[in-house]
């Protein structure tokens, strides 16, 4: 019999979290591997993101300016189509130029891990009594973030060029372990 004032600790975790475990686990383990492979190749880890937010801006620019120039009456379409304009442009510079592309995308990545280094310390103090054995590492994981987002700045300009793989290879891999320590302390508390 569980007594009122100490709730078993199955009623500590959202059924979600119990319920999908195994889905924390598995992202907890894909996000391993990911990261130890940005570590192992940050140059190539670096340059593959440049690369693919390069695509990712010229498709959404190309998509924009397409659709700003079906609706050439709608208000506020000579801004629709200079922001259009700009989204491709920044796009081909990231692709025709990933390595200059890496010191802004670096910067960026220090304003990230700010932000989500924040966050997760928030969530961890948030859910500190739900996870009375695991939040910890959530901590440790937004300490982690407002750290290397410190050494991003203090190396700028020379390092951009592997400290964004690096880092996020670093930030993919603390992510998943604390992923994991989440899924494995929910998995204690799932029904049977």
Do not use: C
Not at 135 to 155: P, R, S, Y
Not at 156 to 185: H, K, Q, V
């Amino acid at each position: 019999m569980t007594d009122v004032h100490h709730p078993a600790p199955t009623a500590l975790w959202p059924e979600s979290i119990r319920e999908h475990w195994k889905l924390f686990l598995i992202e907890g383990l894909v996000l391993i591997v990911l990261g130890a492979a940005a570590i192992v190749v940050p140059v190539l880890a670096t340059l593959a993101v440049a690369i693919f937010l390069g695509w990712l801006f010229l498709v959404g620019g190309i998509v924009g300016a397409a659709t700003t120039l079906m609706h050439r009456h709608a208000p506020g379409f000579w801004w629709s189509l200079v922001s259009a304009a700009v989204t491709i442009i920044a796009g081909l510079v990231l692709i025709g130029w990933p390595i200059a592309g890496a010191i802004s995308l670096t910067i960026v990545l220090a304003a990230y891990l700010v932000a989500e280094g924040i966050a997760s310390m928030m969530f961890a103090y948030e859910h500190r009594t739900a996870m009375p054995g695991r939040w910890g590492w959530l901590l440790v994981n937004g300490l982690i973030d407002i750290v290397l987002a410190g050494i991003i700045v203090w190396i700028l300009p020379a390092g951009a060029l592997w400290a964004l793989g690096l880092f996020i290879g670093i930030d993919f891999a603390f992510g998943g372990i604390s992923l994991i320590a989440m899924a494995l302390e929910a998995r204690q508390g799932a029904p049977r």
